[in-house]
């Protein structure tokens, strides 16, 4: 199957600071990719779709201003965490979406958020 | 309604044995349909796809679909505890969102 990774894979940082994720897609281009939150023992959580080239499409109650998703390339998709706040620590998992024909998402591994 | 709907589980059968994860959905135009593991504290991992009635089988896996009933199954083989883990329908309509949807997962517990 496709790979995607995610980085950092864990990040802990203090209350009102800045964190960007990366999201790649490493043997297929994606022009679209997805950002998730998961909380513990939840589900996943649909924030936004990240599209090449143009504007996120955000989801109902997530803060565009927030969570900036820039989408700059094929391969790769960030998520910069502005201004985090310890509501904030959760599971972020980005996906892609391979170019074919069967609408197939491959996850990255996630990024492990702590705000102290 | 969700638009996809799981038995939250947990789901425990004994080593060895059939396990069956259930999974219906509510857009009738639904054309893709996947199942995805998730360990505890990992991010999902893609098991099987399909897209037409019927069964498809890819090692101790087998994917079920039935549109008219609007179901969608997977069945795991000669269960392992090492299959322990959340499986999480997802639907793809075919116009409109791209992103998937997915049903809030089902946890398997394999009984050693």
């Known amino acids: 199957g496709a790979v995607v990774s995610q980085h950092p894979s864990w990040v802990i940082c203090k209350s009102g600071t800045s964190v960007k994720i990366e999201c790649r897609s490493l043997?297929?281009?994606?022009?679209?990719m997805f950002w998730y939150r998961q909380f513990p023992k939840q589900s996943l959580m649909l924030m936004a779709t990240s599209n090449e080239g143009s504007k996120a499409t955000y989801e109902q109650g997530v803060e565009k201003d927030k969570f900036l998703i820039n989408h700059a390339s094929l391969t790769l998709s960030t998520l910069t965490v502005t201004s985090a706040h310890p509501e904030d620590s959760s599971f972020y998992i980005c996906?892609?979406?391979?170019?074919?024909?069967?609408?197939?998402?491959?996850f990255g591994p996630g990024t492990r958020l702590t705000v102290l | 309604q969700k638009e996809v709907e799981q038995n939250s589980g947990p789901l425990s059968v004994p080593e060895g044995a059939i396990a069956s994860l259930n999974c219906t959905y509510s857009d009738r135009v639904s054309q893709s349909f996947f199942w995805y593991r998730q360990y505890s504290g990992k991010s999902p991992e893609l098991i099987m796809s399909i897209y037409s009635n019927g069964d498809k089988e890819d090692g101790r896996f087998t994917a079920q679909l039935n549109k008219a009933s609007q179901y969608v199954s997977l069945l795991i083989r000669d269960s392992q505890p090492s299959d322990s883990a959340t499986y999480l329908c997802?639907?793809?309509?075919?116009?409109?969102?791209?992103?998937?949807?997915f049903g809030s997962g089902t946890r398997l517990q394999v009984q050693p």
């Open positions: 997802a639907v793809k309509a075919p116009t409109g969102r791209r992103a998937l949807t």
């Open positions: 996906s892609a979406r391979e170019e074919d024909s069967t609408d197939t998402q491959y």
């Open positions: 043997d297929f281009q994606a022009t679209t």
